[in-house]
């Protein structure tokens, strides 16, 4: 089995910054694509930013120049910086890997989602 662990959510005022962090553990062949995804209440979920194996990013226009996706594939882990935080940005946040867990899966790999960590930015 694979497991995605998120940490690193929380309350926070506005402009204020946190760091989320996730990690897979279990049976690892390869790691493609990571990424972070949130839902806000009454909101469907969303890209917030990926980043591939070879490191190329996205980033939904709403945190651009705000939030930085980042990978650590000797970790198996993938990080979201965010600065600036504004009340919009409250919902959770969910991490996102496409894998691998041994050579027999498919090629490009298999979603794979962690529970999810809550940021609520507010006075």
């Known amino acids: 089995q694979l497991q995605l662990v998120e940490s690193g959510g929380g309350l926070v005022q506005p402009g204020g910054s946190l760091r989320l962090s996730c990690a897979a553990s279990?049976?690892?062949?390869?790691?493609?694509?990571m990424g972070w995804y949130r839902q806000a209440p009454g909101n469907q979920r969303e890209l917030v930013a990926s980043i591939t194996g070879g490191g190329t990013t996205n980033y939904a226009d709403s945190v651009k120049g705000r939030f930085t996706i980042s990978r650590d594939n000797a970790k198996n882990a993938v990080y979201l910086q965010m600065n600036s935080l504004k009340p919009e940005d409250t919902a959770v946040y969910y991490c996102?890997?496409?894998?691998?867990?041994?050579?027999?899966?498919?090629?490009?790999?298999?979603?794979?989602w962690g529970t999810g960590t809550t940021v609520t930015v507010s006075l």
């Open positions: 996102h890997m496409v894998a691998r867990r041994t050579i027999f899966d498919p090629a490009y790999g298999i979603n794979y």
């Open positions: 279990g049976t690892i062949f390869s790691i493609n694509r």
